[in-house]
């Protein structure tokens, strides 16, 4: 599952002012700022991002080759009213958000937690290993055909098949039947959901209206002379 949001330089209120102000500056002026929004708004955004939610800078901030590893940010448009950031991506996993512990306890029993929003740790799911006794209980059918008696199971940790080194080697499923093979990976929020969200919206703007004015500034007084 995907999702998609744009930025572009009219949609924010802040930066009405430098955006009136753009339309009337000479066209070398306007072509530096675009070039300067393509190239530096999303390490402006990013770090209005990662003071809300605890995810790594790197991440979400194209590196010098382009790439960002939690999905894409396509630069769009060459002038003022049509230039934009698309941001793309999936769905990702509680390991980009501080989750523990980041593979099982050799005891089997655990609680898993993230922390997506910073300073507010969640509680994910609790695991605990089956003893002896249960194991009996439950009898041939768990053992041959590796059913439960409950619906679903809580969040746990199970390997991904990883065999790179750097990779993750494991990420919460939950078993939503009594099937064993009947699994979900547990998703949290995209990177587009986050630079989207009320709570940096105004972070965001904010930045965008007070280095946009910079960088019109720096570009008038060296082109007006």
């Known amino acids: 599952m995907g999702n998609t949001f744009t930025i572009g ?19 070398i002026v306007a072509k530096r700022i675009v070039s300067d929004f393509k190239s ?12 809300v939610y605890n995810i790594n800078k790197r991440e979400i901030k194209p590196s010098k080759s382009g790439n960002v590893s939690a999905g894409s940010i396509v630069a769009k448009g060459k002038e003022i009213k049509s230039v934009s950031l698309v941001y793309s991506g999936r769905l990702l996993t509680p390991t980009h958000f501080g989750m523990k512990p980041k ?29 002896k006794e249960q194991r009996k209980k439950l009898g041939k059918n768990f053992r041959k055909q590796g059913s439960r008696n409950s619906p679903k199971s809580p969040n746990m940790l199970l390997h991904t098949g990883n065999k790179h080194e750097g990779g993750t080697n494991y990420i919460p499923f939950q078993r939503v039947s009594q099937r064993r093979d009947d699994l979900e990976v547990r998703k949290t929020i ?10 940096v919206e105004k972070k965001i703007d904010d930045v965008l209206s007070k280095n946009i004015g910079k960088r019109l500034d720096q570009h008038m007084s060296r082109y007006m002379k």
């Open 190 to 199: 995209s990177m587009p959901q986050m630079v989207s969200s009320k709570r």
């Open 103 to 131: 593979k099982p306890y050799k005891s089997g029993n655990y609680t898993l937690t993230a922390e997506i929003l910073k300073g507010k740790v969640k509680k994910l799911g609790v695991v605990k290993k089956i003893t």
């Open 40 to 51: 530096r708004a999303p390490g402006w955004i990013a770090e209005e991002v990662v003071s």
């Open 9 to 27: 330089i009219k949609n924010y209120k802040k930066v009405k002012k430098e955006f009136r102000k753009l339309q009337q500056a000479p066209e």
